[in-house]
């Protein structure tokens, strides 16, 4: 059974410059929920999408956007990037929070 | 929202030796999982353990939640076991999502 799969792996972007991120969950999760890591936040939570639905919202700017499609891939999309944006972004799955969630290798974002 | 705290927050080790990683929150939770970063990032699942005992190899977790505490256990440790470990809880309160602990960064001396 393949993993939880994002990608791309590592990225380099501009600062004012868009980036998208892709997250491709479990066979048949249909939960998908993305995290930022950074040295001096640790792991905070993004977004969690079950279905198509935006389900949870992290405590972060608008810049930061997600969507799912039917397929439950799922993308992250942060417009007009910020230094402090360089991260490593994780994305999980879940068949059911009663069964726990299983991430990705994480796509590691950095904004010159 | 709730809090996790992990400690120790850096723990030395020569391999071999056994340690036990605790993990501390302050409500109750409906999931509680520990993880292992990887040097490459990625976040490895050890156990998912709202509560109870598991074990899995020299690895084993316990999680009283009604004293709202989680022990992670290392025997025999080994150079491969280094890295940072993470518990993450998911509040009992409908919100599906991990909050993550600070993590405990383990090295293995050789």
């Known amino acids: 059974k393949a993993g939880v799969t994002q990608t791309p792996r590592y990225l380099i972007k501009t600062r004012g410059q868009q980036v998208t991120l892709s997250c491709s969950p479990i066979s048949g999760h249909r939960s998908v929920s993305w995290y930022q890591q950074t040295p001096g936040q640790g792991l905070q939570f993004l977004f969690e999408y079950f279905s198509e639905t935006q389900r949870n919202k992290g405590n972060f700017p608008g810049r930061f956007s997600g969507r799912q499609f039917s397929n439950s891939r799922s993308e992250m999309n942060v417009s007009t990037l910020e230094l402090g944006d360089s991260a490593l972004y994780l994305c999980a799955s879940s068949s059911s929070p009663n069964y726990g969630y299983t991430f990705g290798s994480g796509t590691r974002l950095t904004v010159v | ?110």
């Open chain 2, 1 to 110: 929202g709730i809090q996790v705290e992990q400690s120790p927050p850096d723990l030395i080790l020569q391999e071999g030796a056994n340690s036990t990683l605790r993990c501390n929150f302050s409500d109750s939770v409906n999931n509680l999982q520990w993880f292992h970063q990887n040097p490459w990032g990625q976040l490895i699942n050890l156990f998912y353990i709202p509560s109870g005992t598991k074990q899995n190899g020299r690895l084993s977790a316990t999680t009283v939640a009604t004293e709202r505490y989680s022990l992670l256990y290392i025997s025999s440790s080994q150079t491969t076991d280094s890295g940072v470990y993470f518990c993450a809880v998911d509040p009992d309160f409908g919100n599906e999502k991990l909050t993550f602990g600070t993590g405990t960064r383990l090295t293995i001396i050789p």
